[in-house]
C-alpha cells in the first residue's frame, strides 16, 4: 500500500540511510550516496530489492546520470531512481552527514541536466542545496564533521580528493562479490 513518504508517484526520490531506503517505492535504480563514508551495507540493501545499484557522488555524479539516462532508453520507459544518502548511522540513530547531502543534490542535479527530472520535494531540495553552494563544496566538506573528523586523524587527502566533482566517468555499478562479502566493482575509491 502506498504512503505519502514512499515518494512512489516520482521519478526521482530522496531519502536517508537504510531507513530511508526501506520506506521509499521500490525504484528501478537505486543509487547510494557515500561520499565520505561506507555504502557497503545500504548497497547491500538495495541490491536485494532487484533494483540496478550505481555508488554515486560528487566526483561520479554525471557518470551516474548517463549511466541512468542510458538504462532508461534501453526499458524504453520511465526509470524510477532512489537517491540514498548514507549519512552516518550508529547504535543512537542516524546523523545526517552533509557531504552526502551534496553528493545527492549533485546525482539529482544530473540527472535533472539530462531531462530526468520529476523530483519528488526531498529530491529537489538536495538538488538545490547543490545547485547553491556547489561551488564551496570543498570547504564545506572540510568543515561538516565527518571531514573534521577524518582530517584529526590524518585523512585530509582523502577528504580533498572526495570533494572533487565530476572527475570520473566511472558510474560505479555496484555488485556483491560471490563469497557473499560484498564490495564496489572496480579496484579503486572513486
Known sequence: MSTPFDQQRY??????????LARLAPA???VVVSVL????????AAHATG???????????SAVAA???????LRGARTSVSVISAGEESATGQRFAVEDQFGAGAVIDALGLRGIDH???????????????GRAVRHLLTA????????ADGRRDEVLRASE???SDDPRVYAPALSGASVPTGASRE
Request: charged residues 20%.
Open 11 to 20: 521519478q526521482i526520490r530522496h531519502e536517508w540511510g537504510s531507513a530511508g
Open 28 to 30: 528501478d535504480v537505486v
Open 37 to 44: 563514508g561506507d555504502a557497503v551495507p545500504i548497497a547491500d
Open 51 to 61: 533494483a540496478i545499484v550505481l555508488l554515486g557522488g560528487l566526483r561520479n555524479a
Open 67 to 73: 549511466a541512468v539516462a542510458d538504462e532508461q532508453a
Open 119 to 133: 523530483t519528488s520535494p526531498e529530491a529537489a531540495a538536495a538538488a538545490e542545496s547543490y545547485r547553491g553552494l
Open 144 to 151: 561538516g564533521g565527518t571531514g573534521q573528523r577524518l582530517i
Open 165 to 167: 566533482l565530476d572527475v
